[in-house]
């Protein structure tokens, strides 16, 4: 017969279970002063989410749970395409707190990677971009067998408009020795190794993918003149002036002028529509990968909008702005 102490013991037991996350699921409880709807995308750096998720938000509150069999790092894209990390654990369950009209300041509890990781974004609140890159490197080096070192080095070193990758090796490298078993350092490693074999008057690096209706781009769709490869995102306004410029350009250029266009969008359907709608008439990628794309990665393309310029298979130009671009092109048809 079992005792009432027993009873109740295994009564709080299968309410305290009830109430947990399980074993191998993840899950996070978010809440947003000042946004009552809205939805925004969660991917993963190592592939622990197939593709991109979307969160919807209901009355300022959200829950997002996925199957976790191993710590990784999720990103958080919101509306105005800013980022929040989130380390994921096994069984665990975070708390996402904050403001809509301050997003970078969002804070989440319930781990010690997240809490550490709420401790760096405090130090980096008001400081210039080249401060907070030092002091991002300062976290690396005190922090090297942690997680949040490896998003850091992501962060700030590799996809940023002004990049580091001899900075990001040595750091990289560091960390390596104290996470040997970190797949997403070994391919940042790999991927660092190789992005200096996109160099101004060296041949254009070999690539291969498919664009939006199926079809094979590469090195040979680039053809032997005059080339741009590009990255744009329909969201933003200096990448959506840069194809503006390329369509009166390609236009004019009478077929002495080849475009390969990679987007950012999150959606590889909607980018094909919208593709169509802008009567873009070159081939155009998007695997959904946003600018973790391993394409992209190994083209050294890192920024909206991004670009590179080869002439007869050679790289002549790399990272122009758009006027400088289009000018460039002018003189060069």
Not at 49 to 60: E, F, H, M
Not at 133 to 158: C, G, T, W
């Amino acid at each position: 017969m079992i005792t009432r102490k027993i009873y109740y013991f295994i009564l709080l037991t299968l309410v305290l279970a009830g109430c947990g996350t399980a074993s191998d699921r993840f899950r996070v409880e978010g809440r947003l002063l000042h946004m009552d709807q809205g939805e925004f995308y969660v991917y993963s750096l190592n592939g622990a989410i197939n593709g991109i998720d979307t969160v919807r938000l209901q009355n300022g509150r959200f829950t997002y749970e996925m199957s976790c069999q191993a710590p990784t790092t999720l990103v958080m894209v919101f509306p105005n395409f800013s980022e929040q990390p989130i380390f994921a654990e096994p069984g665990k369950t975070v708390q996402m707190e904050g403001d809509a009209s301050h997003l970078k300041q969002l804070t989440v509890k319930g781990t010690d990677d997240n809490k550490l990781m709420n401790t760096f974004r405090e130090q980096v609140a008001t400081v210039a971009p080249p401060r907070a890159a030092a002091l991002a490197e300062q976290f690396i080096k005190d922090h090297p067998a942690s997680v949040v070192s490896a998003y850091l080095v992501r962060r700030y070193f590799i996809a940023t408009a002004t990049p580091d990758y001899a900075r990001a090796l040595r750091l990289v490298s560091l960390m390596r020795r104290e996470q040997p078993k970190n797949g997403t350092l070994v391919n940042y490693e790999q991927q660092l190794k190789s992005l200096s074999k996109v160099i101004v008057g060296k041949p254009m690096p070999k690539f291969s993918t498919t664009d939006v209706t199926g079809q094979r781009v590469d090195n040979s769709t680039l053809g032997r003149g005059l080339a741009v490869i590009n990255v744009y995102a329909t969201w933003n306004y200096d990448s959506q002036r840069q194809m503006a410029d390329l369509r009166q350009l390609m236009h004019r250029a009478g077929g002495r002028l080849h475009v390969v266009s990679f987007s950012i969008d999150p959606n590889p359907r909607q980018c094909r529509a919208l593709a169509l709608r802008d009567t873009i008439t070159w081939p155009t990628v998007c695997d959904g990968r946003l600018l973790d794309s391993p394409v992209l990665h190994g083209l050294s393309l890192y920024d909206i909008p991004d670009n590179i310029l080869i002439q007869n298979g050679r790289v002549v130009a790399k990272g122009l702005r758009s006027d400088e671009l289009k000018q460039r092109i002018e003189r060069m048809l």
